[in-house]
Nanobody, 124 residues
Framework: QLQLVESGGGLAQPGGSLRLSCVASGAGLDYHAVGWFRQVPGKEREGVSCIGASGTLKKYAESVKGRFTVSRDNAKNTVYLQMNSLKAEDTGVYYC?????????????????WGQGTQVTVSS
């Protein structure tokens, strides 16, 4: 059974950068689209980015366009989220999940399983 584990979170200053990793185990990630989501206490989990199985199709939430870049290395069974120009509002727990990058990619509904996530805190 395919499982995803997120890592790479931490504390960053406003304007700084972090790179998150989502590593798959138990099965190959080659044929799966993957979504990145984040959640802030008191708010619903929201989609941040989505990448198709081949890496060609990429989608971003408006709030992160131009600052975040999603990529993948199928040979390493890993999807990345490069986060630059971080803002305080990027703070939250970030999750990756198998998620088709269709018209409702940004909603958490329908995602089968969630990992533990990785905490990102942007603060001076």
């Amino acid at each position: 059974q395919l499982q995803l584990v997120e890592s790479g979170g931490g504390l960053a200053q406003p304007g700084g950068s972090l790179r998150l990793s989502c590593v798959a185990s138990g099965a190959g990630l080659d044929y799966h689209a993957v979504g990145w989501f984040r959640q802030v206490p008191g708010k619903e989990r929201e989609g941040v980015s989505c990448i198709g199985a081949s890496g060609t199709l990429k989608k971003y939430a408006e709030s992160v366009k131009g600052r975040f870049t999603v990529s993948r290395d199928n040979a390493k069974n890993t999807v990345y989220l490069q986060m630059n120009s971080l803002k305080a509002e990027d703070t939250g727990v970030y999750y990756c999940a198998l998620r088709a990058c269709g018209s409702i990619w940004y909603t958490p509904q329908g995602v089968g399983a969630w990992g533990q996530g990785t905490q990102v805190t942007v603060s001076s």
